[in-house]
Each structure stands twice: as structure tokens, then as C-alpha cells.
């Protein structure tokens, strides 16, 4: 399976941006897929989950009320809608899936991971 995500930019504080992480080779049933940030110099962190079958859905506090993820199961696409950013949001965002099938928040229970893409907030 290959992962692409998209729909990055530079955006203004407090403005928004949706990306999209499309998958290829395989359509997806179940399972947990997952965003990921990583800031300059700075490890991966985690942002947002949600499962596959039932789209119920795991943020970290630094977003939570507002970021929301979601998927679209015909198109095998997550999305992840951000709103009201902030500069401490700035980072190249991934999306990958877990391994286990577990809404973890580390970036060592998910893979492969696909191109990244950059959004950047500026103040």
C-alpha cells in the first residue's frame, strides 16, 4: 500500500487548511489510520487517528476541538480538516496506518509511511 498526503500550504493564523491522505494498492476495511507531525528538528507527534470500520476518531490535546479527522471509505481517503491554526502548528504532516490496529500515539506502530506535506502557519 502507498500513502500520499496533500492539501498543505501557508496559511495565516487562525486560518484553515484540509489535507488529504489517499491510499493506493489496497482498500482499506478496517484497521486505525493515523496523522502525524514532525516540526524542524523535532521527533514525530502525534495529531490525530481514527478507525477505519467505525470512524470513530483520537486527537492529541494540542489539537483536539480543532483539528477533526476523518475518511471517506468509497475513495479509500482520510482527511484531516484543521481550523483555527496556529504557528506551533507548522511541520510537515504524514499520514500512516497502524500496525496493530491500535489508536497509538507512536510513530514507531505505524508504517509505511508516504510522502509528507507541509503546512506552514504564519503569524
Known amino acids: 500500500v502507498q500513502l500520499q498526503a496533500s492539501g498543505g500550504g501557508l496559511v495565516q493564523a487562525g486560518g484553515s487548511l484540509r489535507l488529504s491522505c489517499a491510499a493506493s494498492g489496497r482498500v482499506f476495511s478496517s484497521g486505525v489510520m493515523g496523522w502525524f507531525r514532525q516540526g524542524s528538528g523535532k521527533d514525530y507527534e502525534f495529531v490525530a487517528a481514527?478507525?477505519?470500520?467505525?470512524?470513530?476518531?483520537y486527537y492529541s490535546d494540542a489539537v483536539k476541538g480543532r483539528f477533526t479527522v476523518s475518511r471517506d471509505k468509497a475513495e479509500n481517503t482520510m482527511y484531516l480538516q484543521m481550523n483555527s491554526l496556529k504557528p506551533g502548528d507548522t511541520a510537515i504532516h504524514y499520514c500512516a496506518r497502524n500496525r496493530y490496529g491500535s489508536p497509538s500515539t507512536q510513530s514507531k506502530e505505524y508504517g509505511p509511511w508516504g510522502q509528507g506535506t507541509l503546512v506552514t502557519v504564519s503569524s
Open positions: 481514527i478507525r477505519w470500520g467505525t470512524g470513530l476518531t
